[in-house]
């Protein structure tokens, strides 16, 4: 994970690597055609004091072709020789080894031809100047350029390192306090005075969302806590009244019918009722008594409780469990959990199927026999319809999922192979 601050620092880095790269030939461009235009300034005076010095010295003497010899031999980069006419001047570049030079290195020279007379006798006068230490020149400048580059990228580093450590202080100490911040425990934030306008709108923008959230948090616990009470006394009322319409004699075929099905929705309303006070109870955190539990008795404890009913159906248990394993937890949640896992496997089976129960000391796997798999993002919601073949009230993993995070335990769920895979991982 990238920080924010380190992405423009490694785009200002990079573009101006860019610009570094770029910069070198250009740097050659520039500061070779600088150094060939001084050189060829340098030839175009040596050529005119050529020409003065010589005119003055066959002035004196007659013998002008011995001096000229002497004077390109004195002059190995020069050659004065007699031409029949006058030309324009040129300038030309070549490679050529030095002379005289002890190595065979090949150098590059920059070259002028121009002509002049000496006593009305025109000459061809061509003189040659070393230019192999503009490379030099240009690596220098380019090494400098460099080392330069990176002081200025590790500068840039330390700054932004600095300035960051200062700057974001009051975004991470708002970062850390949203981390630390649950609604479960209905305790609103206060965050400090920020010196930056930014964030100071960011922390009044979380604090008046956090209030707004604690509220409609604490009012859906009420109503949910208050509905399952009331609800209870009616459930009940209701459920005595058939109770007794079913020892009247004189029912018929057809209103015993009509009030088994009454039974079974309102035996199912009454199970929602109490999964409902059970979710408001763990939000509550009346749970909150902590022990240690032994997962391996309490799991063959709550699979000798459904056997008769998975006989009943059909459907075979396995178990392999490790002796000993024990967990930190309420013992009243963990049966309810393992309770429900259970209930979910023979509920999502297959005639004449099997489950599977493994307990480690690091998780708890139960798998079961199935056709198709569940609706993963229905799976751990209220009233979510996991599987559209299996009616259920949608709260038992929705329980198993909160009791779970109560816990700081994470469940899972998988298919494959035709098996359906609840994973409790039981380490944080």
Sequence with gaps: MKQLLNKPLRAFAGYAFLILLCSIPAYYYFMDYIWISEL????????????????????????LAQTIG??????????????????????YNLYKQKP?????????????????????????????????ESYET???????????????????ILINKRISARLWQPFYATLQKLRAFSLDKQQSITFDPANIAEFEELNQALSSLIESNLGVYKQQKEFTENASHELQTPIAIVQSKLDLLLQNQNLTQE???????????????????KNLLLLSKLENVQYARQESINLSELLSDTVLLFADYAEGKNIAINTILEPGVSATGNKVLVEILLTNLILNAIKHNVDHGSIQIKLSPDRLVIANSGTTTL??????????????????????????????????????YEFQGNWHYFSLILTP
């Design 40 to 63: 060829n300034e340098h030839n175009r005076i040596i050529a005119e004091k050529t020409k003065y010095n010589l005119n003055a010295i066959a002035n004196q003497d007659s013998t």
């Design 375 to 412: 609706l993963f993002d229905q799976l751990f919601r209220r009233f979510g319809r996991a599987s559209t073949h299996t009616p259920s009230t949608g709260l038992g993993l929705a329980i198993v999922k909160e009791i779970a995070t109560k816990h700081n335990w994470t469940i899972c």
């Design 138 to 156: 240009i690596l220098t400048i380019t090494g400098v350029t460099l080392v330069f580059f990176i002081f200025l990228v590790l500068g840039f």
């Design 70 to 91: 002497l004077w390109n031999k004195l002059q190995p980069n020069t050659d004065l020789q007699p031409t029949p006419t006058i030309q324009p001047d040129s300038i």
């Design 255 to 273: 209103q015993s019918s009509y009030i088994d099905e009454a039974n079974q929705a309102l035996a199912r309303v009454s199970r929602i009722n």
């Design 100 to 132: 005289h030079a002890p190595n065979q290195d090949i150098d590059r020279f920059q070259g002028l031809v121009t002509y002049f007379s000496i006593q009305g006798q025109p000459f061809r006068f061509r003189v040659e100047t070393n230019v192999e």
